[in-house]
């Protein structure tokens, strides 16, 4: 085997530890016994240790997420060589800035003295952060130089001075302008987006002279949530099947069902990716699992790429009203209403959005002819291959079972599901030996750790508007200048998707949920059919920049520049966005069902 | 920055502590005068109270209205008030030890970095569960809910018969309805709003442990005030503390009310049932002694207690 670097040795154990400990806790659960001290904390902070070396690993790899296209991508080499030393050492001096504003943090938190558990002391996971954003800081510095020891002296040399002025200045106010015209350059060179990211909130809150901590207390926030451990575990899952023979057996299965025409081949890759949304948390984790599979299934039906890119990318954010996803269960929390109730309140709605996606997407549109000949739909072939593809499709029963029979909480779900992938993959089918799983552990950590980076600045960047106020002067605006009912839901769907698509979609449900439910009552508009239509336009904030997720997680995938899969997506944006109006101004596609079975 | 006063909450927008925070900004606002500029962040918008206290030891927010959640974040000796079970009687003896503690208290949290304003509270913990339930004993089957950061308190109950299930807050309402716990420890505020009480309808009537809180701000943004403006915001957070306190005890009953119109069966312990709860707390403290609550803090408030038992009868 080959030698494990640090970075995926601390990530994959991380993991797998992630994995293991909520098991555990199922297990001995029923048996009264000690269990783990302090399970649920520990396995949140091992995802700051996974989401930080990740994001190292990312690095090394070179699948940070950055802009792409701009100077990095010009045609002259001179541009370009520029670009990149530009981008490169602006970003090592932001991951320094961040190093210190991380360091400031931990060091506000020494004297509090939590322990985790077993003695072991918050800060000392904590203390992760300014460490693993300082090895960012010269890796980043350090890239393109020639020999070795230039490298890691230029990168040490930059981290150190970022570090330097961002200590020296912590505090004071300093001008936004020059900032935000360094990054915009900075993004355009092509340096990584959570730098810039993370330099535009660090600008923002220099500011008004506020504590750069608060960037990194945003990202630790976020980091630890309790629901957030559910999304690297799912998306384990969702790799082991992907890198697995899974994919191809649910491709079989669904070209026996659908058949192998474009039209089938649209509405199949729709409906599974929604499916699949919906249990992996509204992640852009389905786009991981089933790109693979769907886009040469599309590819063959005559589906030009990059419209299959586009449907697959944004056909993963319709999940998101499908029980039992995180941020439906999430809203109900927020927003007081019983989880029962909105899970039966999201089912037409997400019926309705697939609907208005294919119709409205253009991808009912006639492609080119199929390149390959394809098999019609077939009964038996169909019964053969779901008893092929049988341990893949219980997973969804292992991952909502577990939770509804009350078994394990979302984590454990999680965990239970990614034990279940890996079981079924090595044990059942022997697809899955030492190598592949380190391999899928590796590149769940350099996801996650990549997503997670950018999460933390953009929460970082919402904190900012939360602390300067920003949410409720414009709720305060709205109640004044919005007359009427149908005013203020257009209002809303408008105000949304500018809000989905610079918020993460925990963080705006957090922040603005409270903030927006009361205007929202006062207007007539019941808490159920709100979260119908918060959680409807949210799902487009997945697509937009620049906190789009599925639209970082589909440029990873299929290797294209970040641009081109944003312009791809834009008709399924626009489809969307219609048939959030149609459920904002008919309510009964979300209260009908609810009151129907459950009586509300 | 200096000239500016922002403090966080859980509390939501509009609700009665809300208020009095705006009210306590405004009276130190035109204390301190020109340019002083305050915010209120309500509905835990600056994050849960663990993060609020994280959020004033960098400086980013100069004070906070936390429960005892928050507080011992910054000093631990305060869950002396909440922590131990059956042992106030009423809001009155509650009052009573507090009053007397306070200046001890507020000593601690000033050596910590913290400026008290004002107390508070948000009613008694009482038990929520699927089943209906009266004496210890009927408990002992269920699954209990417990903070998953605190495993002393789970320690106590297993050593005692009692199933916690570590979970966080934002998992007791998904784990009730599926099943994975039975019984919830709540203040009626919080069961209402929650709507754990639409699961868990079966509310036992006794004062657990009451629920306090208070207002505290940064001794660093307290040093940076001028003497006009610390005045004034001792005083309107005095005023704010009176109202919440007072306020906060009738919203229990209502509270209570709103639910039994809506299907919440309460249970009142008969004295013999009382007397088997009153021997469990007794086996209680010893373990809780010097492990949840500092032993030179736990014995205060059992002299406290005393003194106020004797002097009253
Ligand atoms: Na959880
Ligand atoms: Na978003």
Redesign the pocket.
């Given at each position: 085997m080959r030698r494990l670097p640090f970075d995926e040795a601390i990530a994959s154990a991380a993991l797998v530890l992630m994995t293991l400990i909520p098991l555990i806790e199922i297990a001995l659960r029923p048996l009264h016994g000690r269990g783990i001290d302090n399970a649920p904390l520990l396995v949140q902070h091992l995802g700051l240790a996974l989401a930080m070396f990740g994001a190292i690993l990312a690095e090394r790899s070179g699948h940070l997420t950055t802009l792409g296209g701009g100077l990095a991508a010009s045609r002259s080499p001179r541009v370009q060589q520029a670009a990149r030393i530009f981008a490169n050492a602006s970003a090592a001096l932001l991951a320094g800035m961040l190093a210190a504003a991380s360091w400031a943090f931990v060091a506000s938190e020494l004297d509090a003295g939590r322990e985790l558990a077993y003695g072991l002391p918050v800060w000392a996971v904590q203390v992760l952060m300014p460490v693993g954003f300082a090895i960012l800081a010269v890796r980043l510095g350090a890239r393109g130089a020639g020999r070795a020891w230039v490298g890691v002296l230029t990168g040490t040399g930059l981290a150190a001075a970022g570090f330097l002025f961002a200590r020296h200045f912590d505090g004071s106010s300093l001008p936004l302008l020059p900032f935000v015209l360094w990054l915009l350059a900075v993004l355009l060179a092509g340096a990584p987006v959570f730098a810039a990211l993370g330099g535009l909130a660090l600008a923002l809150f220099w500011s008004e002279g506020q504590p750069l901590a608060s960037v990194p207390l945003s990202h630790y926030q976020i980091t630890v949530n309790p629901s957030l451990p559910a999304l690297p575990l799912f998306t384990l899952a969702g790799l082991v099947f992907a890198r697995s023979g899974a994919a191809a057996r649910l491709g079989a299965l669904f070209t026996a069902c659908f058949g192998g025409g474009p039209l089938g081949t649209v509405a199949a890759a729709a409906v599974l990716c929604s499916f699949f949304t919906a249990f992996t948390g509204g992640s852009g984790v389905t786009i991981l699992a089933l790109g693979g599979l769907l886009l040469p299934l599309l590819r063959d039906a005559g589906v030009p790429e990059r419209r299959g890119i586009s449907l697959v990318t944004s056909a993963s954010a319709l999940g998101v009203l499908l029980a039992p996803s995180v941020p439906l269960i999430m809203y109900a929390i927020i927003a007081r209403v019983p989880i029962n109730t909105m899970f039966l309140a999201g089912l037409l709605p997400a019926l309705v959005m697939v609907a208005f996606l294919l119709v409205f997407g253009g991808y009912l549109r006639r492609g080119e002819a199929a390149t390959v000949e394809r098999p019609k739909a077939d009964l038996r072939r169909a019964l053969a291959a779901a008893w092929a593809a049988r341990w893949e499709i219980l997973a969804p029963l292992v991952a909502i079972g577990s939770l509804a029979s009350g078994i394990a909480t979302p984590t454990e779900s999680a965990a239970l599901t990614a034990a279940y992938a890996i079981l079924t993959q090595a044990v059942a089918h022997r697809e899955l030996d030492w190598a592949l799983l380190r391999r899928c552990l590796a590149d769940c950590a350099q996801v996650i750790g990549g997503v997670m980076v950018i999460l933390g600045m953009a929460l970082g960047l919402t904190n900012y508007l939360v602390d300067a106020g920003i949410p409720d002067a414009a709720v305060e605006w709205a109640q004044a200048a919005l007359p009427g009912k149908f005013a203020f839901l257009l209002a809303l769907n408008l105000f949304l998707f500018a809000a989905?698509?610079?918020?993460?979609?925990y963080a705006?449900i957090v922040v603005l949920v409270p903030l927006l439910l009361p205007v929202a009552v006062s207007y007539g508009i019941d808490p159920v059919h709100f979260g119908v239509i918060f959680l409807a336009v949210?799902e487009m904030?997945?697509l937009?920049p620049p906190?789009?997720?599925n639209i970082f997680f589909a440029s990873a995938m299929f290797a294209k520049p970040i641009r081109e899969v944003a312009v791809s997506v834009l008709p399924a944006l626009l489809a969307i966005f219609l048939g959030a109006l149609v459920i904002s101004w008919v309510p009964e596609i979300a209260t009908w069902l609810p009151r129907v079975v459950g009586g509300g | 920055a200096p000239g500016q006063l922002r403090i966080g909450t859980l509390a939501p927008k509009n609700s009665l502590y809300h208020r009095q925070l705006m009210e306590v900004g405004e009276a130190w606002r035109s204390a301190q005068g020109e340019g002083a500029k305050y915010l209120v962040y309500p509905d835990g918008s600056q994050g849960g109270e663990t993060d609020m206290a994280r959020r004033m030891r960098i400086g980013q927010l100069q004070g906070a209205l936390l429960s005892v959640v928050g507080l011992r974040e910054i000093e631990p000796s305060i869950s002396a008030l909440q922590n131990m079970p059956l042992l106030f009687r009423s809001w009155d003896e509650v009052d009573y030890v507090r009053e007397k503690m306070r200046p001890a208290i507020e000593k601690k949290f000033l050596d910590k970095g913290f400026v008290v304003l004002a107390w508070g509270d948000a009613g008694w913990v009482r038990f929520f569960s699927k089943e209906p339930a009266v004496r210890p004993d009927d408990y002992r089957k269920m699954k209990f809910f417990a903070w998953a950061g605190e495993s002393e308190q789970q320690d106590i109950m297993k050593s005692l018969g009692y199933t916690p299930v570590p979970l966080e807050t934002s998992d007791i309402l998904p784990s009730i309805q599926t099943g994975m716990i039975s019984a919830v420890p709540a203040t009626p505020y919080f069961a209402l709003a929650s709507q754990v009480y639409a699961t868990a309808g079966h509310m036992l009537d006794i004062n657990w442990a009451p629920i306090v809180g208070a207002l505290v701000v940064t001794k660093k943004s307290w040093d940076e005030m001028s003497p006009a403006a610390r005045d004034a915001l001792k005083a309107a957070g005095t005023r704010a503390g009176l109202q919440m306190r007072t306020q906060a005890r009738k919203e229990v009953d209502e509270a209570v009310a709103a639910m039994k119109k809506r299907g919440l069966q309460v249970h009142t312990p008969n004295p013999e049932q009382m007397k088997e709860w009153n021997t469990l707390a007794e086996q209680l403290y010893p373990r809780i002694r010097g492990k949840m609550v500092p032993a030179e803090t736990f014995d205060e408030v059992m002299k406290l207690l005393k003194d106020y038992r004797a002097g009253k009868r």
């Open positions: 989905g698509a610079l918020m993460e979609i705006a949210m904030g997945f937009c906190a789009g997720m | -």
